[in-house]
Every structure is written in structure tokens, then in C-alpha cells.
């Protein structure tokens, strides 16, 4: 298990923009692929975007691409999610997590998740 605190989140209106950070422990974001998800209010959590380890590939959920830029800092540690263009929809708890490829879904490589920061987008 490794622990990841994410910090960012907050209230911004329709159209607005936040950026959220994930700080991870030493050498986590540069030996592994990092990726971020997400949870609304009575939904599965889904998944949001990811950076590889080498910081060579991002993937992106349909509903974010061209909204949302994931990018990494390996000296800082430090994973994040550069959201542009926000939408009521995107309201959730956004969770950043070490990730694994299983067949053609991104999973979270541990079984447990930090505490998330809320993003909430007013219309």
C-alpha cells in the first residue's frame, strides 16, 4: 500500500477551472503509472485519466478528453489533474491512486483509496 493524499478540490461554477494534486511518496510517481478517478453521488467510481510511470503516454475518459490534462512532477512527487472547461456533471470526489492495466480497464493497483477531494461544479 502506499499513501497518496489528494488536495485541490473545491466549489467553482460551470465553465471554471481547478487543478487538483495528488502528492505520493518518494519515487512512487516515477516508478509507477498514476492514475485518477472519480465518484458522483450514487455511481460506481470511474475512471478519470492516467500518466505512465515514464511520463511517455496519458489516457483519458471520453467524458473529460480535451477538458482535463493529467501531468506529473517526479522531483516534487506529485501527480495532477488540470481541469478546464468544468461541467455540473463533473461534480464527484476525485481520488488518485497506482495503477494497473487489466485487459483494457485501468484498476487501482491496491484495494484501498485515500480520501479523495471534492470537486463540486454549479451550473
Known amino acids: 500500500q502506499v499513501q497518496l493524499v489528494e488536495s485541490g478540490g473545491g466549489l467553482v461554477q460551470a465553465g471554471g477551472s481547478l487543478r487538483l494534486s495528488c502528492a505520493a511518496p518518494?519515487?512512487?510517481?516515477?516508478?509507477?503509472?498514476m492514475g485518477w478517478f472519480r465518484q458522483a453521488p450514487g455511481k460506481e467510481r470511474e475512471f478519470v485519466s492516467v500518466i505512465t510511470w515514464s511520463g511517455g503516454s496519458t489516457y483519458y475518459a471520453d467524458s473529460v478528453k480535451g477538458r482535463f490534462t493529467i501531468s506529473k512532477d517526479n522531483a516534487k512527487n506529485t501527480v495532477y489533474l488540470q481541469m478546464n472547461s468544468l461541467k455540473p456533471e463533473d461534480t464527484a470526489v476525485y481520488y488518485c491512486a497506482v495503477v494497473r492495466l487489466s485487459g483494457n480497464w485501468w484498476r487501482n493497483l491496491y484495494d484501498d483509496w485515500g480520501q479523495g477531494t471534492q470537486v463540486t461544479v454549479s451550473s
Open positions: 518518494r519515487r512512487t510517481v516515477s516508478s509507477y503509472n
